[in-house]
């Protein structure tokens, strides 16, 4: 079956510091893997996406990495802001249908 | 025009009536979906369509009816919905890579429906 699991499911930091969201994946065939921001209330926007090959992306303050073998991928917040609050979801694609995580709620607070 | 829309952004309705969800994308995206979210969950996938053509049905009730009437909108018509139906209903849209994978799906804000 496939599967996404994120970690932690929520957290708390302050306002400039860093974060790293983590997401581990069991599935195949695999085709890519992306991160999205959700604001409460609306549309899922994408803040990276990364096939196979790629074990770093960058967008801003944010920076995803994966590794295909051990089937990991984080997301790391740079100098974070009131704005970044929000949840952070984990999407891997193989076929036709995306996997999501639950998600990450993180919450910056001044 | 890099966005897909979605009105109305909040619809309640009762059990009874006939309501219908609008989703709209100028990108030339050929690929459209329908997803309900219920709070702090992943979406979960309801209709893919294809080429204006409904290629996807994970297996939703016959209370959901979609319908493709051209390339840049998608419709979803609702009746007889329960309250366990109240969902935030997300549409999203990307184009079609060969062999069926999919590339970056691109989210409507969505519209809040609640159910009484």
């Known amino acids: 079956k496939n599967q996404v699991e994120q970690s932690p499911q929520s957290l708390i930091i302050l306002e400039g510091k860093n974060c790293t969201l983590q997401?581990?994946?069991?599935?195949?065939?695999?085709?890519?893997l992306r991160w999205y921001k959700q604001d409460t209330g609306r549309g899922p926007v994408s803040l990276t996406i990364?096939?196979?090959?790629?074990n770093t992306k960058s967008n801003g303050r944010y920076t995803a990495t994966l590794d295909a073998d051990t089937k990991q991928s984080s997301l790391h917040i740079t100098a974070s802001q009131l704005s970044d609050s929000a949840s952070y979801i984990c999407v891997v694609s193989g076929s036709y249908k995306l996997s999501f995580g639950a998600g990450t709620t993180v919450t910056v607070r001044a | 025009d890099t966005e897909v829309t979605q009105t109305p952004k909040h619809l309640v309705m009762g059990m009874t009536n006939k309501k219908s969800l609008k989703c709209e994308q100028h990108m030339g995206h050929r690929a459209m979906y329908w997803y309900k979210q219920k709070a702090k969950k992943p979406p979960e996938l309801m209709f893919v369509y294809s080429y204006e053509k409904l290629s996807i049905n994970e297996s939703v009730p016959s209370r959901f009816s979609p319908e493709c009437p051209n390339s840049s909108l998608l419709n979803l018509h609702l009746h007889a919905l329960q309250p366990e139906d109240s969902a935030l209903y997300l549409c999203?849209?990307?184009?079609?890579?060969?062999?069926?994978?999919?590339?970056?799906?691109?989210f409507g804000p969505g519209t809040r429906l609640t159910v009484l």
């Open positions: 997401c581990n994946y069991t599935v195949s065939p695999f085709s890519n």
């Open positions: 999203a849209s990307s184009p079609p890579l060969a062999g069926g994978s999919t590339d970056t799906q691109y």
């Open positions: 990364m096939t196979f090959s790629e």
